[in-house]
C-alpha cells in the first residue's frame, strides 16, 4: 500500500515519547490520513476504504469541493500523492483519448497525456473502461482499443508504451479492454486475448518487455487476482471459456475449470476466500473453486444460478458472508461455503435495470459499506447477517458506472460529463 502521509516508526532508545510517537503513528495510519488509492479498488485491490472517523448519521446532501468537465468514459480513478488521475475520450476537433491528471484539493488540470483513437463501431463506445494503475511513481493506462502506456506521475511523460493488438496480437473483445493493468512483483499484467499463446501477457513493468505469454482463451473484462496454493504464487484469470490458474513466476498453466459465458461477460473480479475462489457471473450464475491442496489442484465446489448472477458490481466478503448485486433481487447476502442465500434488499440500494450496477467498498473492518451506485448516488449502509440498513444517502453525480476513489473523508467520482470531489462527515 502506498501512502504519502505514512509515519516512519521511531528508531532510538525505549522510553515515553518513543511510544508516544509510535503510537500516534499507527493512530494516523488507522484513521487512514491522505491514504493512497493507487489502483482498481484501492491498495492491492482490497476494496477496503480506511475508515478516517466517518459519520455514520449522513446531513442532508454532502459538501461538494469541487467539479470539473471531463469526457465521456467508464474508467475508474486512481489517487496518489495529492494528485487524482482518470481517463476520457474527446470527439472535436479529433478523436482522442486522454490520460488526465488534476489536483486532488482543487481539481486543476497538473498535465495531460493523450492520443489519436479511431472507436468506430465500438458498442457502449463512450470512452475508456480501466482504471489507472499507479506505483512507485509511474501510471500504467490502457485504452478502450489496447493502447497500454507507462507515464511519469510527476509530469505526465511518456516511459515506454505497446498496444495489445499491433504488438502483444492480442483480439479486442466486443465492448473494449476493460481490465485493468495489475503490477506485482515488478511485472505488469495485461490480458490482451486470443490465439497462439496471447491471452495472458506479463510485461516488465519498467520497460513492457515481454517477460513470459500463456492461454489462447479470448479477452475478458475482469482483473486477475493473486493467491497461493499449493506453496505456488497463482493468478487467477477469469475468461469467457475458462477460470484459470497460472503460475506467477513463469505464466505456466496449473489448473482450468470450464466456464463458458455467454457474450464474454466476465466482469466482476474474482474473490478467494478460505480456499474457494468465488466468480460470479450475469447468465450463468456464480460458481466456487476450490483450491489445493497441490498447486494443480481445482475443482468445482458449487454453482448457482438463480440467485447469484452478478454482472458489473464486485462482490464483498466479511465475516463467513458474502454480498452481491444480483441482477433482479439486488443486493443478495449467502453464505461462500455452500451458495446459499440469506436475503436480498429488493432493490433499495440501486434501482433494478437491465445492467444494475453499485461500486461496492468496506469501511475499515466495520460491517458498513460505501456504494455509488448506478443513478450517481452515494450511499452509506450497513450489511450483516440481518440484513441491509441504510444510514445515509446523498445524489452527488450524474448517472455513472465508474468506481470511485477515496482519500481521507474525500470521494473521487466521474460521470461522462465531470469528475467530481465531495467530502464525508
Known amino acids: ?16 515519547i518513543a511510544r508516544i510517537t509510535l503510537m500516534l503513528a499507527l493512530i494516523l495510519a488507522a484513521r487512514g490520513v491522505r491514504a493512497d488509492w493507487p489502483e482498481w479498488r484501492g491498495p492491492d485491490g482490497s ?19 469541487w467539479r470539473r468537465p471531463i469526457g465521456g468514459g467508464y474508467a475508474g ?3 496518489v500523492d495529492d494528485k487524482i488521475l482518470t481517463l476520457d475520450r474527446q470527439t472535436e476537433p479529433r478523436e482522442i483519448e486522454r490520460v488526465l491528471c488534476v489536483a486532488a484539493d482543487s481539481g486543476e488540470p497538473l498535465w495531460t497525456d493523450e492520443y489519436d483513437v479511431a472507436y468506430g463501431d465500438l458498442d457502449y463506445g463512450n470512452g475508456p473502461r480501466a482504471c489507472p494503475t499507479i506505483v512507485n511513481g509511474r501510471v500504467y493506462t490502457l485504452g478502450a482499443l489496447g493502447h497500454l502506456r507507462c507515464l511519469d506521475l510527476e509530469t505526465g511523460k511518456l516511459l515506454w508504451r505497446a498496444h495489445l493488438v499491433d504488438d502483444l496480437r492480442g483480439r479486442r473483445p466486443t465492448w473494449g479492454y476493460s481490465a485493468s493493468p495489475r503490477l506485482v512483483d515488478g511485472r505488469l499484467i ?23 505469454k500463456c492461454l489462447s482463451d479470448e479477452a475478458g473484462y475482469t482483473w486477475p487476482i493473486v493467491v497461493e496454493s499449493g506453496g505456488v504464487r497463482q493468478l487467477v484469470c477469469w475468461t469467457p471459456s475458462h477460470i484459470r490458474g497460472v503460475d506467477l ?26 480456499g474457494l475462489v468465488l466468480v460470479c457471473g450475469y447468465w450463468a450464475g456464480s460458481k ?15 454453482e448457482e444460478n438463480r440467485y447469484l448472477r452478478g454482472l458489473m458490481s464486485q462482490p464483498l466478503v466479511r465475516d463467513g458472508l458474502a454480498y452481491l448485486l444480483d ?27 437491465r445492467n444494475p450496477q453499485a461500486s461496492l467498498v468496506w469501511i475499515g473492518d466495520s460491517d458498513r459499506v460505501l456504494a455509488l451506485n448506478a443513478e450517481g448516488e452515494l450511499v452509506q449502509a450497513r450489511f ?3 440484513g441491509l440498513t441504510e444510514l445515509g444517502r446523498a445524489k452527488v453525480l450524474g448517472e455513472t458506472w465508474a468506481h470511485p476513489a477515496y482519500s481521507g473523508r474525500r470521494v473521487f467520482a466521474r460521470s461522462d460529463s465531470e469528475l467530481v470531489c465531495v467530502e464525508l462527515p
Not at 190 to 212: C, F, K, M, R, Y
Not at 288 to 295: K, S, V
Not at 334 to 353: E, H, I, Q, S, Y
Request: aromatic residues 8%; contains cysteine.
Open 384 to 386: 450483516t447477517r440481518e
Open 47 to 65: 476494496g477496503r476504504v480506511p475508515d478516517a472517523g466517518f459519520a455514520e448519521a449522513w446531513p442532508e446532501g454532502l459538501n461538494t469541493v
Open 1 to 16: 500500500m502506498l501512502c504519502r502521509d505514512r509515519a516512519e516508526p521511531f528508531v532510538g532508545p525505549p522510553g515515553g
Open 77 to 79: 480513478i486512481a489517487a
Open 190 to 212: 495485461v490480458q490482451p486475448g486470443g490465439e497462439d499463446g496471447n491471452s495472458v501477457v506479463a510485461l516488465d513493468a519498467a520497460t513492457g518487455a515481454v517477460h513470459w
Open 249 to 274: 513466476e513463469s505464466g505456466r498453466p496449473l489448473w482450468d475449470v470450464p466456464y463458458e459465458i455467454q457474450y464474454g461477460v466476465a466482469i466482476a473480479t474474482p474473490i478467494e476466500v478460505d
Open 288 to 302: 466456487a473453486i476450490r483450491l489445493g491442496p497441490g498447486p494443480e489442484d481445482a475443482t468445482l465446489e458449487w
Open 327 to 353: 441482477k433482479q433481487y439486488g443486493i443478495t447476502c449467502f453464505d461462500p461455503a455452500t451458495g446459499t442465500k440469506l436475503w436480498d434488499d429488493r432493490n433499495t440500494l440501486t434501482r433494478r435495470d
